[in-house]
């Protein structure tokens, strides 16, 4: 089955900066990556979803970028604001026959310093 | 519109004792997913209905089944509970197959004792 690994765990960064989450998964049938928030004690909620035949997508300060050679997509949130604060979950997958689901990668720990 | 509404919010148990998770969605989504979330885990699949009647084996199904009588619901069971089941559970519906964004319950929080 798939795997997505996720890093860095806990990433601190200054109120303005910009923040970059990296994944990478295994099973190269995955055509679907979508990043979701998760704010303490609240559900997980989509911010921005990529799929394989796109290298890059954008929505206001979020960009996801999309590497299938490599295997790698990231998500990059610039001039980053307080209310960014929260848990950043990636995933991975297929629109297979079985529609199996994601498969999420373990979280990064967004903090943003004042 | 209520989105995926998760019944209950709360709950603790005594190991041994059984018990159903409800979700319900109104968006008239044909695929459903019951997850777990533990501490430096992220989401794990458990069981998963790409439509009414069906249901299959996610990552992690042992100690749960479930159930999808009607389209709009989607049932956990706990049969036996045991401490290790201790988590959040968070229910997820999506209109179409795995590439379609995935609209997630408020979750219940499950304590086994």
């Known amino acids: 089955g798939e795997n997505v690994e996720q890093h860095p765990s806990t990433l601190s960064v200054q109120e303005g900066d910009s923040a970059v989450i990296k994944c990478t998964y295994s099973d190269s049938a995955s055509n679907y990556f979508p990043w979701y928030k998760q704010e303490l004690g609240k559900r997980p909620q989509l911010i921005i979803d990529i799929r394989s035949n796109v290298g890059e997508k954008k929505d206001q300060r979020i960009a996801v970028t999309l590497n299938k050679t490599a295997k790698h997509f990231s998500l990059h949130i610039t001039e980053t604001q307080p209310e960014d604060s929260a848990v950043y979950f990636c995933a991975a997958s297929h629109s297979g026959g079985g529609a199996d689901g994601l498969t999420f990668g373990k979280g990064t720990h967004l903090i943003i310093q004042p | 519109n209520a989105g995926v509404t998760q019944t209950p919010k709360f709950r603790v148990l005594k190991t041994g004792q059984s018990m159903t998770l409800l979700c319900a969605q109104d968006?008239?989504?044909?695929?459903m997913y019951w997850y777990r979330q533990d501490p430096g885990m992220g989401l794990r699949l458990i069981h998963y209905?790409?439509?009414?009647?069906?249901?299959a084996k996610g990552e992690v199904p042992d100690g749960y089944n479930v159930s999808r009588l009607k389209k709009q619901n989607f049932l956990l069971g706990l049969e036996s509970a045991a401490p290790s089941q201790t988590s959040v559970y968070f229910c997820?519906?999506?209109?179409?197959?795995?590439?379609?964004?995935?609209?997630f319950g408020q979750g219940t929080r499950l304590t086994v004792v």
């Open positions: 968006m008239n989504h044909e695929y």
């Open positions: 997820a519906s999506s209109y179409g197959s795995g590439n379609t964004e995935a609209f």
């Open positions: 209905s790409v439509g009414e009647g069906t249901t």
